[in-house]
Nanobody, 123 residues
């Protein structure tokens, strides 16, 4: 499966964005999906994950109550609604497909990664 992320951009603090990740194959619906981000000079950070059917979700501590992950298996897509953005949210956001239908905060669980979409938040 190939993943294509989009929706990033340059926004002011307090703004919202909707990031999208579209998969190339129907088998997408059988995998757990995750979003990670990486700021310049920092390690890749877990943001959110959703199980194969959307029944389970998990969020990183820094984005809880501000970000929402969802998926639309009929359209092979996973979304990340990001709200109340602040400059610390700046980075490249990557979507990833997991090794099975569950969820994980660990990057090693994910074996397919998209190319990333850049989010820049100005103060």
């Amino acid at each position: 499966v190939q993943l294509q992320a989009s929706g990033g951009g340059l926004v002011q603090a307090g703004a919202s964005l909707r990031l999208s990740c579209v998969a190339s194959e129907r088998t997408f619906s059988t995998y757990g999906m995750g979003w990670f981000r990486q700021a310049p000079g920092k390690e890749r950070e877990f943001v959110a994950a959703v199980s194969w059917n959307g029944g389970f979700t998990r969020y990183g501590d820094s984005v809880k109550d501000r970000f929402t992950i969802s998926r639309d298996n009929a359209n092979n897509a996973v979304y990340l609604q990001v709200s109340s953005l602040n400059p610390e949210d700046t980075g490249v956001y990557y979507c990833a497909a997991g090794a099975n239908s569950g969820i994980s905060q660990n990057t090693r669980f994910y074996n397919t990664w998209g190319q990333g979409t850049l989010v820049t938040v100005s103060s």
